[in-house]
């Protein structure tokens, strides 16, 4: 065989070889989708069970469990304003098996914790965000509060005399507090906790002025006498407390804050498995049922495209960087 021949004949071969694997790589992208999932699913959640991301998180992962045909379970990780429970997932194999389903306070992380072990805009890729709630503003009956005005204009009649609770430095009910005080020009003293329940605990017992608690774990106790509520963080009122004015309402313009709950995962999952994930869970949240569970507790369903939402985390992130430099925010 003459060399030229020879070399055609190479050519030929290495051209089939080359269009072989780029037609394996391309059936096995879908594949990894079709194969996905095998096992367990865990949801990593960065705050104490009870807490209304934990809530959102576990009556999403009932649905995804009948719909994939694999349990999803819950491993609750609380602490450092959910940067822990951010980190394992961000460190965790990049498989779709092990995701984060954390609160806004995601975004508020990169600017009040320097030297984090993660990245939060390269390391962590959003799927969508499941819903959204409202917190509300809790006081003791016993504190003798008669409104936001009088809560105010006591707490500048004796600045640093009073405090006011979150579930963790960073957290969504720790920012909804912030923008509530920078907004209201009064000082008082941030008191951190694990989590929403043992902070409604201490507010109820008097010990806490006051809490911007999410609705969901808030409202039975509203509901009781045990708790007393003043407003409502969100840009609108609550439908479950109808007769209750947003801050901006009671007297606190710039005060609306929205805290939403979304579903992350390790940002070099294959792409077929963060699509399934997506179109899995928006059809979910899009469902009656779901709707309908969310209503029970105050939330509202909020389905996004990926694309759509890290364009959001990004722009969140910036927004509450802000913030975060106003209120002289810093870790605990």
């Avoid at 929205?258 to 963060?274: Q, R």
């Amino acid at each position: 065989m003459k060399t030229t021949d020879r070399l055609k004949s190479v050519t030929k071969d290495l051209f089939k070889i080359t269009m072989a694997a780029a037609a394996f790589s391309a059936m096995s992208l879908p594949a990894q989708a079709q194969d996905w999932p095998k096992q367990n699913i865990k949801f990593v959640v960065p705050f104490t069970a009870g807490s209304g991301t934990d809530i959102v998180a576990r009556a999403m992962a009932e649905k995804l469990t009948a719909a994939l045909g694999q349990p999803v379970v819950i491993e609750n990780k609380p602490g450092a304003g959910g940067t822990i429970a951010a980190n394992q997932v961000a460190k965790a194999n990049a498989d779709g098996y092990t995701l984060l389903v954390h609160s806004s306070g995601h975004v508020v992380n990169p600017a009040i914790y320097p030297n984090l072990p993660y990245d939060t805009l390269n390391d962590l890729v959003g799927i969508t965000p499941l819903a959204s709630l409202p917190n509300v503003m809790v006081v003791s009956p016993s504190k003798g509060f008669k409104d936001v005005k009088d809560l105010i204009a006591k707490v500048k009649a004796k600045p640093d005399a009073f405090n006011y609770a979150s579930a963790g430095t960073g957290s969504a009910t720790h920012i909804n507090a912030e923008k509530f005080r920078v907004a209201a020009g009064i000082n008082a003293t941030h008191v951190p906790f694990k989590g929403t329940p043992e902070a409604l605990t201490e507010t109820i017992s008097g010990r806490i002025d006051w809490f911007f608690a999410p609705i969901v774990s808030a409202l039975p106790l509203i509901k009781d006498g045990r708790l007393q509520v003043l407003a409502v963080g969100t840009p609108k009122r609550s439908d479950d407390l109808p007769n209750t004015p947003t801050t901006v309402e009671a007297g606190v313009p710039g005060s609306e804050y929205t805290f939403w709950v979304g579903m992350l995962a390790p940002s070099k999952t294959p792409k077929p498995v963060l699509d399934k994930l997506n179109a899995e869970v928006v059809k979910i949240l899009n469902s009656a049922e779901f709707k309908t569970k969310m209503d029970s507790i105050g939330a509202s369903p909020m389905p996004m495209t990926a694309n759509a939402f890290n364009g959001f985390i990004k722009a969140e992130t910036d927004i509450i960087a802000k913030l975060v430099q106003a209120a002289g925010i810093k870790a605990n």
